[in-house]
């Protein structure tokens, strides 16, 4: 039998160090995430209550924007409020249970955004590639499949990476970021996390797949552009925002998977901090504003919904 570890324990409590070297403007962040979060969320629902609330938008395009929107209040709220909590205290920790609940917020929600902007990259194909099918395609239960596939797959594989990071003995509890990731507790690991490593591999592996479905749709969408000035004009109002947020999510996803498992610490806490928070920062705010402005059909019922008195005394 080998000796027992001296530094090997039962873990209850993880130190969260990400803002050790920022504590001395926390009260600006603080008072910047106070206006930020609320203002997100509201953005966010009130494109979700705008789409649920008008028939004319109730179209298969419209339901995933809906579907974005919901995981961005989803996601956020796993990081937010213990974000803002942390700022105002002295020490940083969370309970293991607490850990695991918000790694499996916080990736599951990114997971399901990628499952859901490859969906509707999918559903931009066939309305503008194979127009005269896509209502016999794109059905109401073809829809709902896909929704509960962006949700459903996310869960699983968060699900299955929790399963494997909690039976690891654990030989520290001092994470090094702003909120618990699932790479920064499995270097804990006083043993091999072989399993949990080609586990993780095949997720990206698998997600890699959902980016050349994309791909593939794009390839065709441009092929199309090439040939119609009307198409190239549906291109650019319907698939660039779906592309900008995509670009986004993918960076953002790339360079916090990239740094956790071959990052440096040279890199200063700050940069470091930033790269942490992308997807958290720029995506949930984004989405509501580049789908909610800049979609002529979802700003006019914005409009109508929220406006009408003014507008009907206008017109």
């Known amino acids: ?41 509201l953005c966010n629902l009130i494109v979700i209550f705008t789409i649920i609330s008008q028939n004319t938008l109730h179209e298969p395009m419209y339901v995933f924007i809906c579907n974005l929107c919901i995981n961005a209040l989803y996601g956020t709220a796993g990081f937010y409020p213990k974000f803002m909590y942390d700022l105002l205290a002295e020490d940083h920790v969370i309970s293991y249970v607490g850990c695991m609940i918000q790694i499996f917020v916080i990736y599951s929600s990114v997971l399901c955004d990628l499952s859901t902007l490859t969906v509707m990259a999918y559903d931009r194909y066939v309305a503008i590639c194979r127009p005269l099918e896509y209502h016999s395609i794109m059905t109401n239960q073809r829809v709902l499949e896909w929704i509960l596939f962006c ?29 618990c990731e699932i790479w920064a507790v499995a270097k804990l690991s006083c043993f091999s ?31 199309m552009c090439i040939k119609s000035i009307e198409v190239r004009h ?24 990239l740094y956790s498992r071959y990052g440096s610490k040279n890199v200063p806490q700050g940069v470091r901090n930033f790269m942490a928070l992308e997807f958290l920062l720029i995506t949930p705010i984004l989405n509501p504003l580049i789908y909610g402005l800049n979609l002529s059909t979802v700003r006019q019922q914005l409009i109508r919904l929220f406006f009408k008195n003014q507008v009907g005394i206008s017109e």
């Open 1 to 41: 039998m080998q000796p027992p570890l001296e530094n090997e324990s039962s873990v209850l409590v993880f130190t969260l160090s990400g803002l050790n070297e920022t504590m001395e403007n926390r009260y600006v962040f603080f008072s910047l995430t106070a206006l930020f979060y609320p203002l997100m969320v």
């Open 151 to 179: 949700w459903l797959t996310p869960i699983f594989c968060m699900s299955v990476l929790i399963v494997l990071t909690a039976r690891l003995t654990l030989c520290g509890s001092t994470i090094e970021k702003l909120y």
């Open 193 to 223: 996390t072989t399993v949990n490593n080609v586990f993780g591999y095949i997720v990206i592996m698998g997600y890699f797949g959902h980016a050349v479905l994309i791909y593939c749709s794009y390839i065709q969408l441009i092929r």
């Open 234 to 257: 549906k291109f650019m109002q319907t698939c660039v925002p779906h592309l900008l947020s995509l670009f986004i999510v993918a960076i953002a996803l790339f360079f916090d998977v």
